[in-house]
């Protein structure tokens, strides 16, 4: 048997860090995917290739420790899914993924990649999802998209230590939500059309450590931190308001308010600053770091320069529009 299941990755518009610490935020899933397919193993191990980055690993059965096969480095991956490599680390999650499904055999899993690793756009969350629900169609066993996103986000602690439910939600439910953490994902319906334009550093961001020192930041300043989280979160409680409302300027004007305090969160990096700086330049009335930051990509909001946008971020790092995808995880 041979089974697929596919999940999207996402761009956070408003939010992210303050959604840690039960902030609402707002985000959208976007088209471009993480696709797993699993089938019956040609030996007693759940051998995994991913052939967008160029990682091969193989995870035992039975004490479920992962060897990481990357011909350029053939450690073995530690308790520290980065240690081997960064990519590496994918695999740490896909572990931890199926390590909630029985199997007595071994398996073959294939991992395609649309997104790029450790890029802000959700990657990890895309994988785990996507390998939960092929794992669950593998073993023909019902899941709700309700568990699903449930046990990913599970595993996404696990992995990464800390994360808040956001990332895997959008990747289960896809669509354009407003994230609480008391009702979950709410769709936001607007007639107002995103055109997004992504710059992805080289560099990827590490997700878990950058929760981690924002932790520390506001741990050492509890008086001034907890307050830019207030007001992050009046923010994206605005910019609810201005993207059903249609309002574009003031779209706008918010992501730029929210990067500023993402600054001030020391998630900025001058490689991510100049990609902001250079896109509002060449039209984007909007433009901020989208996810943890730290390396990694920004968004630019861009209506009706959305070409002038993309040529110019071209010509400093990587970019690529985006388009909002309704689609969820299909399995
Ligand atoms: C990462 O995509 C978003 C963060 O807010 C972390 C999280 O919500 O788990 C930085």
Redesign the pocket.
């Known amino acids: 048997m041979k089974v697929s299941a596919s999940a999207p990755g996402k761009a956070?518009l408003f939010g992210?860090?303050a959604?840690?610490y039960g902030k609402p935020?707002i985000a959208v899933a976007v088209d471009r995917r993480a696709i797993v397919t699993i089938q019956e193993g040609t030996d007693n191990h759940i051998n995994v290739k991913i052939p967008e980055l160029d990682v091969r690993g193989v995870i035992d059965i039975d004490n479920q420790q992962i060897s990481h096969l990357n011909p350029e480095d053939t450690s073995e991956l530690s308790n520290d899914p980065f240690k081997s490599s960064y990519d590496a680390g994918i695999l740490k999650y896909i572990q931890k993924a199926l390590s909630n499904f029985k199997t007595d055999h071994g398996l073959d899993v294939q991992v395609d990649l649309e997104i790029p690793i450790g890029g802000?756009l959700?990657s990890s969350a895309a994988v785990t999802v996507a390998t939960m629900a092929a794992a669950a169609r593998y073993n023909q066993q019902e899941l709700t998209l309700e568990s699903l996103a449930k046990m990913a986000h599970q595993v996404?602690l696990e992995v990464q230590g800390a994360?808040?439910p956001?990332?895997t939600t959008i990747s289960t439910y896809g669509g354009f939500i407003y994230f609480t953490h008391k009702d979950g994902a709410v769709k936001i319906e607007t007639s107002m059309e995103m055109p997004l334009v992504v710059g992805h550093t080289s560099k990827p961001g590490n997700?878990g450590e950058?929760?981690l020192k924002v932790r520390k930041l506001k741990k050492n300043h509890p008086d001034i931190i907890g307050p830019i989280m207030d007001t992050i979160e009046t923010i994206t409680n605005e910019a609810r308001e201005s993207i059903i409302n249609g309002e574009e300027e003031s779209v706008g004007e918010l992501m730029n308010i929210n990067q500023g305090l993402l600054d001030a969160l020391g998630v900025n990096t001058p490689k991510l600053s100049n990609l902001i700086y250079q896109a509002r330049s060449a039209g984007a009335i909007g433009s901020k770091i989208t996810?943890?930051g730290g390396g990694g990509s920004i968004i630019a909001y861009c209506p009706g320069k959305a070409k002038e946008v993309l040529k110019t971020l071209k010509s400093v790092e990587n970019a690529f529009e985006v388009s909002i995808s309704s689609k969820g995880v299909t399995w």
Do not use: K, P
Request: aromatic share 0%; no cysteine.
């Open positions: 956070i992210e860090h959604v840690v935020a802000g959700g996404e994360a808040s956001l990332d997700t950058l929760i996810g943890a």
